[in-house]
């Protein structure tokens, strides 16, 4: 059994910077996808960057260039670190975790998800 938990979120001022750790617990080898994905008051969730076990990235277009997804070299903690922080980037963060070979788009097809953290960005 998998377990993740996250922790880092806040409230920071526009333009600030936070980063989002997520600890997992339990054996999860080689092949996985591991992402953050993000969820707004009133707003479907939607994902913001995912790794693959290889280290292979991808990010929604909204956070290139602001947003670096990144996993410790010994695989158990997820890192999110997020600069130039917008209010629109307000939301709850989820790490979801599955043994797949590549990384999908829907937080469904994940089998495990963190219970969320808090990111509020203030104008």
């Known amino acids: 059994q998998v377990q993740l938990v996250e922790s880092g979120g806040g409230s920071v001022q526009a333009g600030g910077s936070l980063r989002l750790s997520c600890a997992v617990f339990?054996?999860?080898?080689?092949?996985?996808?591991m992402g953050w994905f993000r969820q707004a008051p009133g707003k479907a969730r939607e994902g913001v960057a995912t790794?693959?076990?290889?280290?292979?990235?991808t990010y929604a277009d909204s956070v290139k260039g602001r947003f670096t997804i990144s996993q410790d070299n010994a695989k158990y903690t997820l890192y999110l670190q997020m600069n130039s922080l917008k209010p629109e980037d307000t939301a709850e963060y989820y790490c979801?975790?599955?043994?797949?070979?590549?990384?999908?788009?829907?937080?469904?097809?994940?089998?495990?998800w963190g219970r969320g953290t808090q990111v509020t960005v203030s104008s």
């Open positions: 979801v975790l599955d043994f797949r070979p590549r990384c999908s788009d829907a937080f469904l097809d994940y089998t495990y």
């Open positions: 339990g054996y999860i080898g080689t092949t996985y996808c």
């Open positions: 790794i693959l076990g290889d280290g292979r990235t």
